[in-house]
Each structure stands twice: as structure tokens, then as C-alpha cells.
């Protein structure tokens, strides 16, 4: 499989910015060297009175108008573009402000290579102070500047990279976008639970964890047993920098699983309210954020932790191999059913499209007086209100309770893959929920029998790719609320198998899901899932 959440083009800005008129508020002119102008979505850099168009290979830094003594600008670019380049995208500045003496252009990567300089008279001050601050309001648009970071590196996570990969390609980013920083390396499985568990939400907006999907899944866990829950969920907002397998949560805020591309997008993003669900097994609750799968997918997942070194592809090889076993998981399945046709949920998700551009502008503002920002009246006062609570109460009861008369028997006896989900992407290439939305109050399920015949298990891989499984005709595919699932044969059988839970094991054995709608925080690139939605839904009830 190939098909990978759509990454950023160069010139997108994400967020929108009015044309600039011809003015000193939007060109600072140097004389004759160096002219710079803020465009629509780009500045534009004059360099000996013309735009510079140099045909050198660029290389992978940082770069930007920045020193002790000037306006301090930085850019990066993760595809290797350099600052010589006459347009420079809003989307990949990071600072901008203003000091005193001459003007100088320096690389701030690799640090070892002494950087260029090129040293020009200023502008007045005050010309100066009124255009870094057009600048960075192009550039940021509803996105808090310098937000406070926790880092959680977890150097395990996946193929082993995570150290290297924040050191090198995610802290200069973070500092060049002076974005106060407290970073922990974890040494072991859970860990990242008790420190969410402990940390002071009122010192972070963002809480950052290198790795892979468990380094959320355990955030969200240790944030949820707080007994300021709701607080601490609606404080700190989680933002996924993609070091591990699936990198699913990248993937699906932020639009990539890249590192350096997940970084830039952090420090431009913007908070966005998501679902987190309630998971009851046994005596106990946990949060989920992602996924709840039993059947082939739980297997190709946890069945493959000892190829890690395979990244994501790890899951195409679990699946096929899973899938040609055709071994059933009959199950008992109850569901707080939603929207079961897919007309319907395509109808659905049209409406959630479109609104939800509002719902970012409502929501994007985080608390911090040093930028000016301040969380949304309705959020705020929702956090105050929730100070103290703990997680809020379970509509359902648990799984040890009798299943609500309401709710709708779904036939499970064949089964061979259960999967909801939260959330598009399940990993770089593999986009199962195609329909499914952050804050929509839903989650997403799809059941795959199965018996399915060799000859069609191609056509159903490749599915994921082209954007078809939501329409492929083996799938079936509705929403819920709510569901309980009970195995009917125990683990440890020839007719057992395993749990998975936002791809952490979990007992084989029942359980119930409850859909908690906006109870978490996450920082997105834009406000909306990066996905391209069901086949299409933009005519959907035309």
C-alpha cells in the first residue's frame, strides 16, 4: 500500500490571510540589497533589486532573517528549500520580531557551517515593529505563538529513531519558533501515564509526544485519571510528533508522517476539540482515542511487534498473512447505533465538512497572555466549570451491566475483523475511516466477515489506496454511539485471539465503548481531519 494522508503544499497557508496592498506595512525596503514584501500566502525576497532566482541546489535548513541585532524571522523547510528562494511560504515562518542595528541574513542549519551574512541599513523602528507583526499574523493567522511544550521522546517507539529525530529535526524548529520547552526521554511502559497524571496543566499548552501512537494513547490515559480530568482534557492540547509504526494520529491532525513536517505544523496549528471514548473491561475505565479492533487487524498489529524494523509496512505483511487464514471471530455485538446506512453517513459527513472551518475559528485560541490569545469564552468557562471533576459519568454503565433495551444486535457470528475507529488513518497507508470526523459525537465501525475468497483480498487491500473501502462491498460500514463486543470463545483457544486498543493490547475478552464527544484536545495543521472523505460525498443528498 502507497495511498498517504496528503502533505502540505508548498504554498499553503492553512489558514487564510487578505491580499496585501502596496504599502510599508506589508515591504520593507533596505535600499538597493534587500527588499522584502508580505504576499497573499508568501514573502517575497528582493534581493539586489530584483527577485532572487537562483538555480543552486538547496539544502536542508532553516532559514530566515535573524541575529541578536535585527528582525528575527526564521523559515524552514522541510522539502530542502532555502531562504534565496524569491518566495518564501507563510506556512513555513516560525518568528518574527524586531531588535535593533543592521539587518543580517544567516542558515541556522546545520550548525556547524559558518552562515552567510549580508548586513544592510534598517528601516525605521517603527516601520520595522508594524511589518514583523503583519508578518507573523500572516503567517500564524488563528494559531497561538510560542506555545509552551512538554516533550515526552519515548526512543523505543518504532524503528528507534526518536532521539535522533527530535534533536535533529524537531528542536531547532521548536526553538526557532521560541517555544518554551521541558523535554523527558522515557525509559519504560507507562511511564507517560503518571507523568500526564502529575504534570501541571497550567504550565503547558501542548503536551508532545516522539513516538509512536502510544505515547497519545498513554497521555490521554494518565490525563483521564486525574482527578481534574475534564480540566486537564480541555487544558492541554496533544500534539503527535511521528516517530513510531503507524503514526496515526499525525497522519490524521496534523497531514503527515513526517517529523519535521509534523513539527512545522505544530507550532502553526491550532487546538481542536476531539472524541475520546471510554473503554469498560473488567473492574476497569480507560481512555481511547483512536481504535478498538478484534479479529485480523488486532493481529496484524499486535502480532507483529517483532518486526518493528519493517516501520509501516509491518501491517500490510500482518494483514495479508491474517486475512488468507479466513479464521472467524464470532463474537456477541450490541451497538448504540447512529447512522447505519452509508448514504446516510455520506450525507453525514458533508454536513460536518462544512462546518467545520467554523468550528476552528471558535476554537483555536489558547491561553496565553504572553501572545495576546486567550481560550474561547465557551471553552473557558466549560474548564472551569469541569475544575475538580473527574471523567464525566457513563450514559451505558460499564460492560458488567445488562445491555440498554435501545441498543440494536448486530450479527457477528462469522467475523473476521471488528474495527472502530475515531479517526481516518490507522497508519500512513492505510485509511479505513474514511467518513469519520474528530468531534462528531460518533464513532466509526466496519465489519469484514471472514471467509473472504482469495481472489478478492487484492481488490480489498487496494482499496485502502484508492479511496473505495468505504464503498467496497465486503465492508460493512455504519456508526454508533456506543457498543459492547463479547467474545464467544476465551484466548488461549484455537477460536481466541487478541484485542487491540489504540494498538495496545488488551484482554481477550469483553468489553464496552462509550463515545465522549469533545472530551479531548488536539493540535491540527487546520481545524479538520486530513482526509479526503467517502467517494463522493460533496453531491451527497444532491
Given at each position: ?257 513526517k517529523a519535521a513536517r509534523a513539527a512545522l505544523a505544530i507550532v502553526k496549528g491550532v487546538p481542536t476539540p476531539v472524541d475520546l471514548v471510554s473503554i469498560t473491561q473488567g473492574e476497569t475505565r480507560n481512555l481511547s482515542f483512536l481504535s478498538q479492533t478484534l479479529g485480523v487487524m488486532a ?244
Amino acid at each position: 500500500m502507497s495511498s498517504q494522508p496528503p502533505e502540505p503544499s508548498p504554498g499553503e497557508n492553512g489558514h487564510g490571510t487578505s491580499s496585501p496592498t502596496s504599502s510599508s506595512r506589508y515591504t520593507l525596503d533596505f535600499g538597493n540589497r534587500l527588499q522584502l514584501t508580505i504576499q497573499d500566502k508568501s514573502l517575497l525576497v528582493n534581493q539586489d533589486g530584483k527577485a532572487n532566482t537562483t538555480k543552486n541546489k538547496p539544502s536542508r535548513t532553516c532559514a530566515g532573517i535573524c541575529s541578536p541585532d535585527t528582525i528575527d524571522t526564521a523559515l524552514q523547510y522541510p522539502l530542502g528549500r532555502s531562504l534565496a528562494r524569491p518566495s518564501n511560504p507563510h506556512n513555513r515562518l516560525c518568528r518574527g520580531s524586531y531588535k535593533d542595528s543592521a539587518a543580517r541574513r544567516k542558515t541556522l542549519l546545520p550548525p556547524q557551517s559558518p552562515p552567510p551574512t549580508v548586513t544592510t541599513p534598517l528601516p525605521p523602528t517603527d516601520t520595522i515593529v508594524q511589518w514583523a507583526e503583519t508578518l507573523l499574523t500572516a503567517a500564524y493567522g488563528p494559531a497561538t505563538r510560542r506555545k509552551r511544550a512538554y516533550v515526552l521522546i519515548n526512543p523505543h517507539a518504532g524503528p528507534g529513531r526518536a532521539q535522533a529525530q527530535w534533536t535533529q529535526e524537531v528542536a531547532p524548529l521548536f526553538a526557532a519558533a521560541r517555544m518554551p520547552t521541558t523535554v523527558h526521554t522515557t525509559t519504560r511502559s507507562g511511564e507517560a501515564i503518571e507523568l500526564a497524571r502529575i504534570m501541571d496543566i497550567d504550565a503547558f499548552d501542548i503536551v508532545v509526544p516522539c513516538g509512536g501512537d502510544g505515547g497519545p494513547h498513554e497521555l490521554f490515559r494518565g490525563l483521564g485519571a486525574r482527578a481534574d480530568a475534564r480540566r486537564a482534557l480541555a487544558t492541554v492540547a496533544v500534539a503527535h510528533v511521528p516517530c513510531g509504526s503507524g503514526n496515526a494520529l499525525a497522519c490524521n491532525t496534523l497531514g503527515t508522517p513526517k517529523a519535521a513536517r509534523a513539527a512545522l505544523a505544530i507550532v502553526k496549528g491550532v487546538p481542536t476539540p476531539v472524541d475520546l471514548v471510554s473503554i469498560t473491561q473488567g473492574e476497569t475505565r480507560n481512555l481511547s482515542f483512536l481504535s478498538q479492533t478484534l479479529g485480523v487487524m488486532a493481529e496484524a498489529d499486535l502480532g507483529t511487534e517483532h518486526l518493528r524494523w519493517m516501520g509501516e509496512h509491518r501491517f500490510t505483511y500482518g494483514t495479508v498473512k491474517q486475512i488468507l487464514k479466513k479464521k472467524e471471530y464470532a463474537c456477541d455485538l450490541w451497538v448504540k447505533m447512529e447512522i447505519e446506512t452509508k448514504e446516510a453517513i455520506r450525507a453525514h459527513y458533508k454536513r460536518e465538512r462544512e462546518n467545520s472551518a467554523d468550528k476552528m475559528t471558535t476554537t483555536s485560541s489558547m491561553t496565553d497572555s504572553r501572545v495576546g490569545g486567550g481560550r474561547g469564552s465557551t471553552a473557558e468557562s466549560e474548564a472551569e466549570a469541569a475544575a475538580g471533576e473527574g471523567l464525566p459519568p457513563l450514559k451505558y454503565g460499564t460492560v458488567a451491566d445488562t445491555v440498554p433495551e435501545e441498543w440494536t444486535k448486530v450479527d457477528a457470528d462469522h467475523v473476521g475483523t471488528f474495527f472502530a475507529g475515531n479517526m481516518a488513518w490507522m497508519a500512513p497507508d492505510v485509511n479505513f475511516f474514511t467518513a469519520a470526523h474528530f468531534s462528531d459525537g460518533f464513532l466509526d465501525v466496519y465489519l469484514v466477515d471472514g471467509n473472504v475468497p482469495a481472489a478478492k483480498v487484492p481488490g480489498l487491500l487496494l482499496s485502502c489506496q484508492n479511496n473505495s473501502f468505504f464503498d467496497h462491498p465486503l465492508v460493512k460500514y455504519f456508526k454508533v454511539s456506543a457498543f459492547r463486543i463479547v467474545p464467544k470463545y476465551n484466548n488461549g483457544t484455537p477460536e481466541g485471539g487478541l484485542i487491540s486498543i489504540d494498538g495496545e493490547k488488551a484482554p481477550f475478552a469483553p468489553f464496552q465503548a462509550e463515545v465522549h464527544q469533545g472530551l479531548g484536545l488536539v493540535i491540527t495543521k487546520t481545524g479538520r481531519m486530513h482526509a479526503p472523505g467517502p467517494k463522493g460525498w460533496e453531491n451527497a443528498g444532491v
